[in-house]
């Protein structure tokens, strides 16, 4: 079992909140990322980070931002979240950030389903 | 389009039998590939991992084959469990010039009943 977590597992908002979804990790791994997910469909990478102070867009575009002021904290916001939002949001990390190693195995927290309204 | 596409989209299966799912993908150069398990509301988890010199790898009751020349692999489940029910998702890394890079298929929805 990854210790990798989300929070919350399940968020229902109005149009034009802002929402913070939580991602942490107890591995110690400097390489983290947030995958989107729709029901039926292929996990699209919207947002990477390498390390401290290291944050990337993915190869979906995506409104929301990250941060990543400390190794174990990757949290993603929407400032003003729409229906278009709606979607499953995955959390990753990994130990050296290069898939194409057979070591560098990426672990998957539980998800957010986020339903806006 | 999809360098990763896999087949049946969906299966449902009685518990014990066995089944075959199929990947096949156009990701070149290949660097590996590599079965995850996703239960319903959950996160995808690692089953196997395979490079381009392997052709099989056994994870339990999970085997998983590989064919670099014609660029398909199979994950095979012998015995099947209810909880083997779950999308089983397919994952191709590329050897980039700098680091790799994941192409994901859509999964197979796969379905045991009792």
């Known amino acids: 079992e990854a210790d990798i977590y989300q929070t919350p597992r399940y968020l229902v908002i109005g149009t034009g909140k802002k929402i913070t979804l939580e991602c942490s990790q107890t591995?110690?791994?400097?390489?983290m990322y947030w995958y989107q997910q729709d029901p039926g469909m292929e996990l699209h990478l919207i947002h990477y980070?390498?390390?401290?102070?290291?944050?990337e867009k993915g190869d979906l575009s995506s409104e929301s931002t990250v941060s990543r002021i400390r190794t174990e904290h990757f949290p993603l916001t929407l400032e003003s979240a729409r229906p278009s939002h709606t979607s499953q949001y995955l959390c990753?990390?990994?130990?050296?950030?290069?898939?194409?190693?057979?070591?560098?195995?990426?672990?998957f927290g539980p998800g957010t389903r986020l339903t806006v309204l | 389009k999809n360098q990763v596409e896999q087949s049946p989209q969906s299966l449902i299966i009685l518990e014990g039998k066995n089944c075959t799912l199929q990947?096949?993908?156009?990701?070149?150069?290949?660097?590996?590939l590599r079965w995850y398990k996703q239960d319903t509301g959950r996160g995808p988890v690692s089953l196997t991992i395979m490079t381009f010199s392997e052709n099989t790898k056994s994870n339990g009751r999970y085997t998983a084959t590989l064919d670099a020349d014609t660029k398909q692999s199979s994950l095979h489940i012998t015995a099947s469990q209810l909880s083997d029910s779950a999308s089983y998702i397919c994952?191709?890394?590329?050897?980039?010039?700098?680091?790799?890079?994941?192409?994901f298929g859509r999964g197979t929805q796969l379905t045991v009943w009792p």
């Open positions: 990947c096949n993908y156009t990701v070149s150069p290949f660097s590996n």
């Open positions: 990753a990390s990994s130990k050296a950030g290069d898939p194409s190693l057979v070591t560098d195995t990426q672990y």
């Open positions: 591995m110690g791994h400097d390489k």
């Open positions: 980070s390498y390390g401290v102070n290291s944050t």
């Open positions: 994952v191709v890394s590329d050897r980039g010039s700098t680091l790799g890079r994941l192409y």
